[in-house]
């Protein structure tokens, strides 16, 4: 499946708007909308609000997170922004700071 | 590692893509696309805005100018309205370009054969694109200054000979206004 990838090196300044899975080992600032799932890769920074189905966060991510699925933070992963999502995983070694909203 | 960078059938992005490495674009770009290496462009995507690589080989839709260090390849399919630039430029049949087209740049095969190429460039680029849209405007602009301007108009077509000879004669027939300006001429004096 190609989906969209934002490979090492690229940078994207506005809005990224896809209905396939997206995966950051670039960079991404403005705002990142999928219909599918999102992947920040460990050389992956985004600053933006990211909306999908889940996110898995192994590099930077500064914005809030909106997921109608799961969020996981991984190892070496950090986050900085509210987080809302009916599940969230932290692994150990992950950075994070911000809300969480688990729509309970 | 720069890795290969690909922008999905079904995304779009509103804003700038920059950096290294290659890129695919699948879906769409509104805005300027700049990277070191190749892009290319697949059928389904379009972009409006400029794009600027190595190697670009375009058979989606593109609205802008398109820069190339090395090459422009322009598949059959693809439709670009906008400038292309670069040492190597490629347009397939079935492909629509509405724009400027230049070969100019650094040739990346060595000095030796960029004056021989620029040799050959120079001229049939005289010839061919530029008289086209170059003489409908030169008439209209020579023909009303030859009627007003007294004897400098019938100097300044001779001196411009190509494009003198064939425009000179229809303004310069009805500007017999120059029989009555000599007489005005005669009756001042």
């Known amino acids: 499946m190609a989906g969209t990838l934002i490979g090492d090196g690229l ?11 997206v995966v950051v080992n670039g960079s991404v600032r403005g705002k990142l909308t999928t219909t599918d799932a999102v992947s920040v890769g460990s050389s992956g ?24 699925e799961r969020v ?11 987080v809302k999502a009916s599940r969230l995983t932290i692994a150990d070694g992950a950075s994070f700071k911000g809300n969480v909203d688990m729509d309970v | 590692m720069p890795d290969g960078s690909v922008i999905g059938p079904s995304s779009v992005v509103r804003g700038n893509v920059r950096g290294e490495g290659n890129l695919e674009i699948l879906g769409r770009v509104e805005g300027d696309v700049s990277v070191t290496g190749d892009i290319v462009l697949g059928e389904s995507a379009g972009v409006r805005g400029s794009l600027s690589g190595a190697s670009i080989t375009v058979a989606g839709q593109v609205q802008g100018d398109i820069r190339g260090s090395e090459a422009v390849l322009v598949e059959g399919g693809a439709k670009i309205i906008g400038d292309l630039l670069a040492p190597r430029i490629g347009v397939a049949a079935g492909a629509l370009v509405k724009g400027n087209v230049r070969t100019e740049g650094e040739a990346p095969l060595g000095a030796g054969r960029r004056p021989v190429t620029q040799g050959l460039r120079s001229p049939s680029f005289a010839q061919k694109p530029v008289p086209a849209p170059a003489a409908a405007p030169a008439k209209a602009v020579e023909a009303p200054r030859a009627a007003p301007s007294e004897p400098e108009a019938s100097e300044k077509p001779a001196a411009k000979k190509a ?5 000179a004669p229809p303004p310069v027939v009805p500007a017999l206004a120059k029989g009555a300006k000599a007489k005005k001429k005669k009756q001042r004096e």
């Not at chain 1, 300044?13 to 209905?19: F, I, K, Q, S, V």
């Not at chain 1, 920074?45 to 109608?68: C, M, N």
């Open chain 2, 163 to 167: 494009e003198g000879e064939r425009q």
């Open chain 1, 45 to 68: 920074v985004v600053e933006a609000d990211i909306t999908g189905v889940s996110l898995s966060v192994a590099g930077q991510v500064t914005g809030d997170v909106t997921a109608s």
């Open chain 1, 72 to 82: 996981d933070l991984q190892s070496g992963g950090r986050l900085i922004g509210d």
């Open chain 1, 11 to 21: 940078t994207v300044e506005g809005d990224l708007t896809a209905e396939e899975e």
